[in-house]
């Protein structure tokens, strides 16, 4: 399959195209490269883990996959109205089977800390959808979206969470709808909510056929195909704004920084590691949808509570000599402590879906990997603890 990727120099992206290129797939893309040189530059931080230029990038992943399996690579804005003609142009040229949308401001922190940057995450999150579908409409609306939505456009609504469509009963009749987004859990959630109903619309209104993928957390510092050797490591965040926990988790541990829980630990969150992540979008890829159909995935490998994830890193610290302490930390942000959490997950696993990643192993190729990176975890120290805050 020929697979257009939006945000193709992201810590997904990247980690995608190299897995869609070991399995066949011709890749293309486009990045406005606002991760890399704008949105952790302000907060003053940066991956941790050294990337080539864009340039450098694509030509080393030719190198090592073949010229055949990158095609044009355009380093442009989506988000902007001026620049909707360009996804347009793009999209005739390369002739995709599939598009995916990974071109989103990722961060709940980074929406919550002044105005500028919240109007910055809507303009970035919504524009990319709208200038998405307004191209496929134009462009030839048989292609299949596939989006990267967030498990906590849910939020934690005290039930269990439906994979998309469920009944609903109320004063004697019956309807079917969709699992309510009730509770986003910041403004970069709330861009999410929006984006899922623009996209379920464009389906009901134009017959676009769309996956929204409800992505819990990912970790990992890589998979099983991307070719670290070449240089083609994909980025990872550690600081409080843009590191997710448990990669926060293991560079605070690398360098004897407590680890950061917020509040008591007992809030909820689904995980699966960035091999699973991977093998998921690729099998969602593999199985389109059809025109007017707006599928609902719900995506993860196990539930944890964050202060038993801290407690994990811990112990797979004590492999490397490490003695990690953990931390409670005043919760900055506003979320409940010790909810019910439970998801539904049929869709991939009638893909087939079988989870690959072991935490304890994933962790243990995290530490390998980050350790040698000490210093510039330990330049980056005064970015880890919870400095933003939602109140």
């Not at 995608?16 to 907060?43: C, E, F, P």
Request: glycine share 8%; proline share 4%; with cysteine.
């Amino acid at each position: 399959m020929r697979v257009f990727i939006i945000g193709v120099d992201g810590y997904l992206g990247w980690s995608l195209a190299q897995y869609l290129a070991h399995h066949g797939h011709v890749v293309s893309g486009m990045d406005n490269l606002s991760r890399r040189l704008q949105w952790t530059n302000k907060v003053g931080s940066d991956t941790i883990l050294p990337i080539k230029s864009p340039s450098d990038r694509i030509a080393s992943f030719r190198e090592v996959f073949g010229s055949n399996h990158f095609d044009h690579c355009a380093m442009d804005d989506a988000s902007h109205a001026d620049n909707y003609y360009r996804v347009k142009d793009l999209f005739v040229r390369f002739k995709p089977d599939c598009i995916v949308n990974l071109a989103q401001m990722p961060s709940a922190p980074y929406s919550m800390i002044d105005y500028e940057k919240c109007y910055e995450t809507h303009m970035n999150n919504i524009g990319t959808t709208l200038a998405l579908i307004w191209a496929i409409r134009e462009n030839g609306r048989h292609i299949p979206i596939v989006t990267i939505g967030t498990a906590g456009e849910y939020g934690t609504p005290g039930i269990e969470i439906a994979e998309g469509y469920f009944e609903v009963t109320h004063k004697g009749r019956t309807a079917k709808m969709l699992f309510p987004r009730m509770t986003p859990a910041s403004f970069y959630h709330a861009t999410k909510c929006h984006s899922s109903i623009d996209i379920e619309r464009s389906c009901a209104w134009w017959g676009l056929s769309a996956t929204d993928i409800m992505q819990s957390v990912v970790y990992g510092t890589r998979h099983q195909y991307m070719a670290c050797e070449a240089g083609l490591n994909t980025r990872f965040d550690i600081d409080e704004v843009f590191g997710t926990a448990i990669n926060r988790f293991v560079a605070q541990a690398v360098i004897g920084h407590p680890l950061t829980v917020y509040g008591d630990g007992t809030q909820k969150r689904g995980f699966l590691p960035l091999r699973d992540s991977m093998e998921c979008l690729r099998l969602i890829i593999e199985h389109p949808t059809q025109p007017g159909e707006y599928r609902v995935v719900n995506q993860y490998d196990q539930i944890y509570q964050i202060k038993d994830l801290a407690q994990t890193v811990k112990e797979v610290a004590k492999k490397f000599g490490i003695d990690a302490t953990i931390q409670m930390y005043e919760n900055p942000r506003v979320e409940q402590m010790g909810h019910f959490y439970s998801v539904e997950r049929e869709k991939l696993l009638e893909m087939g879906y079988m989870p690959k990643g072991d935490i304890t192993t994933e962790l243990e190729e995290m530490f390998l990997d980050v350790m040698p990176h000490k210093d510039i975890i330990e330049m980056r120290r005064d970015k880890i603890a919870p400095a933003t805050k939602w109140m």
